[in-house]
């Protein structure tokens, strides 16, 4: 089976030939670079979002031409990682926009068009420069015409800043990206957990109104997390999928060290002299 590694590498060995410049990328480069034809349908299913299929030795795309162009977009690339990847396509199993039960390849072709719509080289000096939020999510989304799930998932993946951006869907965990950062301090979120109850994802999806953003302990996310911690929460709530995308990042952009690790000294405190002879550490406990 194929992994998540190979195959953001092959999406990104695709990119780096196609060198798409403009914003947002131009998918007919991709099309032509991998020789398939595109066909818009209009009388597909509306879960049917596209499929793709070879005759007498050529590639065709087929594309849901109801849906929205930034859908239709993300599908053509989701069917050239089909192509690409010679991965055969499992779309009986759920319909596109749900993540329950979804098979593994599945997963990896949206990896894929993720890679493809948000290149890394245009996409990474942008989410770097914005502020961690749904509306520079959207901002991107909107800018890149890719969905805000791709997009979120995008952000949290190629950020300096510790962030992970979560999908749930009927209150677990499906998928949570997260960046470098987090993944090495082993800030983990498994799939199928509950949303925790207190957060704002979870009071979302209980149906409180007016709340968008609020700060929540790092623990009550992350499995066996014993760094302590602030994390500032952001959710969205899609009842009709009964979907919600949670964004999170550390307070002040940093992870607290391990516990068992000694206390690092900052540049500040090795500036100053020992005045009193104790040594003072920024503690992050006070909260
Ligand atoms: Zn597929």
Redesign the pocket.
């Known amino acids: 089976m194929m992994d998540e590694t190979t195959v953001v590498i092959r999406a990104r060995g695709l990119v780096a030939e196609v060198k798409p410049t403009e914003i947002p990328v131009p998918i007919e480069a991709y099309l032509n670079h991998v020789g398939a034809t595109l066909r818009v349908e209009d009388d597909l299913e509306e879960d049917e979002a596209g499929f793709s299929f070879q005759s007498n030795g050529k590639w065709y795309i087929g594309v849901n031409g109801n849906d929205r162009e930034e859908r239709q977009r993300f599908t053509i690339c ?2 050239l990682a ?1 192509i690409v990847l010679q991965l055969p ?3 009986k199993a759920s319909p596109w926009w749900s993540y329950m039960k979804r098979p593994k390849t ?1 997963i990896l ?1 949206d990896v894929f068009a993720a890679e493809l719509l948000l290149p890394f080289r245009l996409f990474q000096p942008l989410a770097e420069g914005m502020a961690i939020s749904f509306t520079s999510i959207d901002e991107l989304a909107a800018r890149f015409m890719a969905s805000r799930t791709a997009t979120g998932s995008r952000f949290a993946t190629v950020i300096k800043a510790p962030c992970a951006f979560v999908l749930s869907e009927q209150g677990k965990v499906r998928y949570a990206a997260r960046s470098t950062s987090l993944r090495e301090a082993s800030a983990w979120i498994p799939p199928r957990r509950d949303i925790p109850a207190g957060s704002v994802s979870g009071r979302l999806r209980a149906g409180e109104k007016n709340l968008v953003a609020e700060a929540i302990d790092a623990e009550d996310w992350f499995n066996d997390w014993d760094r302590g911690g602030t994390l500032m929460e952001e959710a969205r709530y899609h009842s009709e999928w009964d979907q919600t995308l949670t964004l999170l990042s550390f307070e002040d952009e940093e992870i607290p060290p391990p516990s068992w690790a000694p206390p690092r000294l900052s540049e500040e405190d090795e500036l100053l002299p020992e005045l009193d002879g104790v040594l003072r550490f920024k503690s992050k406990k006070g909260r």
């Open positions: 989701h069917e089909h396509s499992e779309h599945e072709c």
